[in-house]
C-alpha cells in the first residue's frame, strides 16, 4: 500500500509565500518523477510542476520564476516553494508521484490567496 500525503497549505495574502510537502511511503520501490497539480474551481486539474529523480524540472509558465520545486529522494519528498502568490494561484494543490508500481495521487490541500 502507497501513501502520498500533502501539508503545508493555508490562507496567505497576495505576495505572500507558502511552501508545501509531499512525502510518499510504503511499498515504493522505485519513484521516478514527483509533481505538483492544482485544481480550482470550476477548472480542470492543471500541472503546476514536476522533478525527476535526476532533477530535472518542469514549470507550467503561469507560475515560472515565482515557485521552485524541489525533491529529497532518500526522504521519497517533495516540495514545493511559493513565492509572489496571486488570487489566481487559489487552488486545491495535488502532489502526484510516478513509481515502478504506479502512479498515485495525494488528497490534496487547500492554497487560497486574499487579502
Not at 522505485?30 to 503546476?48: D, F, N
Not at 507560475?63 to 524541489?70: A, E, F
Amino acid at each position: 500500500q502507497v501513501q502520498v500525503v500533502e501539508s503545508g497549505g493555508g490562507l496567505v495574502q497576495p505576495g505572500g509565500s507558502l511552501r508545501l510537502s509531499c512525502a510518499a511511503s510504503g511499498s515504493i520501490f522505485s519513484i521516478s518523477t514527483m509533481g505538483w497539480y492544482r485544481q480550482a474551481p470550476g477548472k480542470q486539474r492543471e500541472l503546476v510542476a514536476s522533478i525527476t529523480r535526476g532533477g530535472s524540472i518542469n514549470y507550467a509558465d503561469s507560475v515560472k520564476g515565482r515557485v521552485t520545486i524541489s525533491r529529497d529522494n532518500a526522504k521519497n519528498t517533495v516540495y514545493l516553494q511559493m513565492n509572489s502568490l496571486k488570487p489566481e494561484d487559489t487552488a486545491v494543490y495535488y502532489c502526484k508521484i510516478w513509481a515502478a508500481v504506479g502512479n498515485y495521487w495525494g488528497h490534496g490541500t487547500q492554497v487560497t490567496v486574499s487579502s
